[in-house]
């Protein structure tokens, strides 16, 4: 698709109504899009029976419908993770609506680059975030923990999300076929806008005429971001002295006990079995005792900054600043706000932005010839 | 509801083993002893072939009520499979009982090749148990 | 009555005296003990092999980053340890070890066991702000009075099982009121004994456990394991009670991950036989109406106890590591010793004692089949 096209694309918005809320509104607009065949079945967080968290449902049956939860107070499971797992042995047979956070579409577009996940018939949608909470805050009362949610997002406030959430300038990036903005619209109503030749069928069918402009959106999309960016540079910097330097480093990680959770949910450490969990990371006893005895002793299980370090090497380059490490977590270590530092300076080394478009490759999958000269003899 | 028991004919998910309770259920069948439909009979090698994963996944799926069937002690065509088998049983059952599910719809038999007709008294018995006990509600279920 | 090994001295520094003399003499060439690792006072297991680096070692510190059987077990996976090798660890530690030797993933060759009567330790996310630190002087108090400290993990609190089964070296410590004051060892094995022999610290005597006095915490443990499995009895009731309980679970996997009973390479439930294709999905989609993303939550969990219960140590590793607070260890735990009585089978006991699933009797459970 041409630039041109694209812009064209995005221009105009549909705006539909939400008299009883945004929830409401979305759950309509994809009841309306099922009635009419456009869609077989949706992909949409829901609450769990206990009622003490959130998880992805693929609804079939229009009726769940009225249960379904597009912005959920946590992200307990990465969107991403959850398209791949419909998609990842073959392309759905029914078609089907993912809605889910920026993020998350950003998450799903970098597995489908790393085929893990297959498109075809699948329409993404992202909506407007609000961030989310740090999932083990919501758990300790998940009452009041819906109503402080619901009340920061009544006023779009972001101190009570998680730090990666508070320092997200990507919140509203349009990513997805279709996305939904509502930050800036009345009460009563939000917009829809394409954002692909998929995105723009459905609005067809459902006969909705984009004809809004959301420029005062965009404005405010900017603002938020510019100030996100802000304290997204403030908080690296906070970050950068705290890990700086092998000791310092160290002791970040000096509570990890290597569960590994962070990589488990990760969207884009798909990989089925981790080198770091292979044989390949499994020594003879004489060759941990030699590296005690070069030490005097060393932790065991060694190599805990391998992993971490190991990781980074293996997805920086496609980390969507997700958070979703840090939340599984048991120790509390900041995982993801490392990460995302890391990430950013690796990405921008390629001017690349993860999930940001389908159509650009992986940085480490293509080359071109007269490039990153400054990298070279370094030493010098 | 009351009515929906009545006529309710159970799915029994039957894991019979090659030697002996496969061709019971065959001979029951030539034999043409009546036995009530509600068996969908999948024939292993041996009792001992089935994992107890098998046993939850049909659970979860919505089966209402799991037989695993095969030779008599002693009688195994591997000898001990049998034996280990029933050990396994012994422990699925304890687990599902233990975890609050229902420990009867998951029954053990031993049935010989030559046992036609108590293989149909199996399936008959079973059958009429779980129609008390009711359908497997889990096939209903979202959040597994 | 056995050997004992008397030492006028703290606990925990008499141990760490003996393990640098044993390092000193070269009897032993390394030691696997918890250890403080950092300024903060951070505490992670360690192999030492240089005698002053035991400075720092906390053998008896209230808390299990990870299952020592676990990571004995990498220690030796690829085979048995040349030189010899002592651990300190937790007695349900060691019975985890034991175990996974059973499962030919540890070589017990060559390495020496110390272990204690145990107190228990502290959730491992009360680690995370140093809690742990500012609660020592409290819980040795309560090791003392024989009691249970505070704030214990649930696993601890009921755990019947605090004294060790094939451990080289008992430390005395539960309701050892002198315990800062005075140590003793009492070495159950030949092996135990012939490595301290004649060495220079202390005495020896002979000694043993005061068994009236730890059936009295036993007693205590009792009714507090019973107060958990009735919580947990309650709150499990038919599919909606576990739905319930693991509804919240992410599938992190970190429960696996850190079980010492679970040493397979690739979990089956990572496997692509636990993966849904596109027609799976449609398939439960007309059942259901609707399936969670990913499905397989409650497969995955009774899927793992067929796997783990007949050995669940009941460690409370996989409780300490779930980032949304299931009560893993209580389920496991009580659904585990319930399978391990049918075939009365206390896993780690005995490396004698086969696996109950691997062997059998001919005449038994006639009363299962119908
Ligand atoms: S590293 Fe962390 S923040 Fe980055 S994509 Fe993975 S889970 Fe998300
Ligand atoms: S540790 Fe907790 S969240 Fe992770 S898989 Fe186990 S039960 Fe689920
Ligand atoms: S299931 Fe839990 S308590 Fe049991 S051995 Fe494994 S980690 Fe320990
Ligand atoms: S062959 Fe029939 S039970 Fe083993």
Redesign the pocket.
């Known amino acids: 698709m041409s630039k041109n096209e694209e812009k064209k694309l995005r221009k105009k918005a549909a705006i539909l109504s939400a008299k009883n809320g945004i929830r409401e509104g979305i759950i309509d607009f994809l009841k309306k899009s099922m009635d009419r065949n456009i869609f077989d079945a949706v992909l949409i967080p829901m609450r769990v029976p206990a009622d003490d968290s959130f998880t992805y449902v693929l609804i079939r049956d229009k009726n769940l419908l009225k249960n379904a939860f597009p912005l959920p107070p946590v992200m307990s499971i990465q969107g991403g993770k959850a398209v791949s797992s419909i998609t990842r042995l073959g392309k759905s047979n029914i078609k089907i609506a993912a809605v889910m956070r920026p993020c998350e579409i950003r998450a799903t577009i970098e597995l489908t680059k790393l085929g893990q996940t297959n498109l075809e018939n699948i329409t993404l949608i992202g909506i407007d975030c609000p961030g989310v909470l740090p999932l083990s805050d919501f758990l300790n009362n998940p009452e009041e923990g819906m109503r402080l949610f619901d009340d920061a997002v009544s006023r779009w406030d972001d101190r009570i999300m998680r730090p990666v959430c508070q320092m997200c300038d990507k919140s509203s990036m349009i990513v997805g076929d279709l996305h939904i903005g509502f930050l800036d619209a009345e009460k009563d109503s939000f917009f829809i806008i394409s954002n692909s030749q998929k995105g723009s069928d459905v609005i067809d069918k459902l006969s909705i005429t984009p004809q809004a402009d959301i420029s005062s959106w965009q404005t405010k999309v900017e603002k938020i971001s510019e100030k996100k960016h802000k304290k997204r540079e403030e908080t690296f910097r906070e970050l950068k002295s705290k890990i700086d330097g092998l000791d310092n480093l160290l002791d970040t990680f000096s509570q990890c006990i290597s569960c590994h959770n962070c990589m488990k949910v990760c969207p884009v450490c798909y990989c089925r079995l981790c080198y770091f969990d292979s044989d390949k990371v499994k020594h003879p006893p004489e060759d941990y005792l030699e590296r005690a005895k070069t030490l005097g002793s060393i932790r065991f299980l060694p190599d805990t900054l391998l992993f971490q370090i190991g990781r980074m090497i293996h997805m920086s380059l496609s980390c969507v600043s997700c958070g979703s490490c840090e939340d599984a977590c048991p120790m509390s270590i900041p995982v993801a706000q490392i990460f995302s530092m890391v990430a950013d300076e690796t990405q921008s080394m390629f001017n690349y932005v993860s999930g940001r478009n389908l159509e650009e490759p992986l940085p480490l999958t293509t080359y071109k010839e007269d490039e990153l000269h400054e990298m070279e003899d370094t030493h010098g | 509801m009351e009515k929906d028991k009545e006529d309710f004919m159970p799915k029994i998910l039957a894991f019979l083993c090659n030697w002996c309770s496969y061709a019971g259920a065959d001979l029951a069948g030539t034999s043409r002893i009546k036995y009530p439909p509600s068996v969908l009979p999948i024939r292993v090698m041996c009792s001992s072939r089935v994992d107890p994963l098998f046993v939850i996944k049909a659970y979860l799926s919505g089966a209402d009520g799991v037989l695993i069937a095969g030779c008599h002690p002693g009688d195994c065509h591997y000898e001990k499979g049998n034996y280990y088998a029933r050990r396994r049983f012994v422990m699925l059952k304890k687990i599902i009982e233990e975890i609050g599910l229902e420990p009867e719809r998951l029954r053990l038999s031993w049935i010989s090749a030559s046992e036609g007709n108590r293989y149909a008294k199996t399936v008959t018995e079973f059958t009429e148990k779980i129609k008390k006990i009711g359908e497997n509600s889990t096939k209903n279920r979202i959040f597994l | 009555m056995v050997k004992a090994l008397k030492i006028n001295k703290d606990s925990e520094q008499a141990v760490i005296d003996l393990l640098k003399l044993l390092l000193e003499d070269n009897r032993i060439k390394g030691v696997l003990t918890l250890k403080k690792i950092n300024k903060k006072g951070d505490v992670a297991y360690t192999l030492i092999t240089r005698p002053d680096e035991l400075d720092d070692a906390v053998p008896f510190y209230p808390l299990m980053p990870i ?1 020592a059987g676990k990571l004995l077990s990498r220690f030796t996976l690829k085979g048995k340890t040349r030189e010899p090798i002592i651990a300190v660890v937790k007695p ?1 530690e060691l019975r ?1 070890f034991i175990e996974l030797v059973k499962r030919n993933q540890g070589n017990l060759e060559n390495l020496f066991f110390i272990s204690s009567t145990c107190g228990g330790v502290y959730p491992i996310k009360m680690a995370v702000d140093g809690v742990v630190k500012n609660n020592l002087s409290r819980y040795w108090d309560a090791v003392k009075k024989n009691e249970n400290a505070a704030d214990l993990r649930p ?1 601890c609190k009921g755990c019947e099982e605090f004294i060790p089964y094939t451990a080289d070296m008992t430390v005395d410590l539960i309701g050892k009121n002198d315990l800062d004051k005075q140590c003793v060892i009492l070495l159950n094995t030949k092996n135990g004994e012939q490595l301290v022999r004649n060495i220079k610290l202390g005495e020896f005597i002979e000694g043993e456990l005061d068994k009236e006095k730890l059936d009295k915490l036993r007693v205590k443990r009792e009714k507090e394991k019973k107060k958990i499995f009735d919580e947990i009895n309650a709150k499990i009731n038919g599919i909606d009670g576990l739905i319930d309980i693991f509804g919240r679970c992410i599938g992190c996997h970190g ?1 696996m991950r ?5 040493y397979c390479k690739l979990c089956e439930f990572e496997s692509p036989d636990s993966e849904y294709t596109p027609s799976n999905y449609e398939l439960e989609l007309k059942k259901r109406g609707g399936l969670r993303v990913p499905p397989g939550i409650l497969y995955y969990q009774l899927g ?1 106890l067929t796997h ?2 007949i ?9 300490d590591v779930c980032p949304v607070n299931i009560p ?2 209580s389920i ?2 009580k659904v ?1 010793e319930s399978v391990q009585e049918l075939f009365n089978y206390i896993p780690g006991r005995n490396l004698e004692e086969d696996i109950p699933l691997i062997t059998f009797e001919k005449e038994e459970f006639a009363e299962i089949e119908e």
Request: with cysteine.
């Open positions: 299952n349900c985890g696993a429960c850190v079980c010492p009973i679970c793992r783990v219960s050995s669940c140590v009941g460690c409370g590793s996989c409780e893993l260890t496991f735990k585990g």
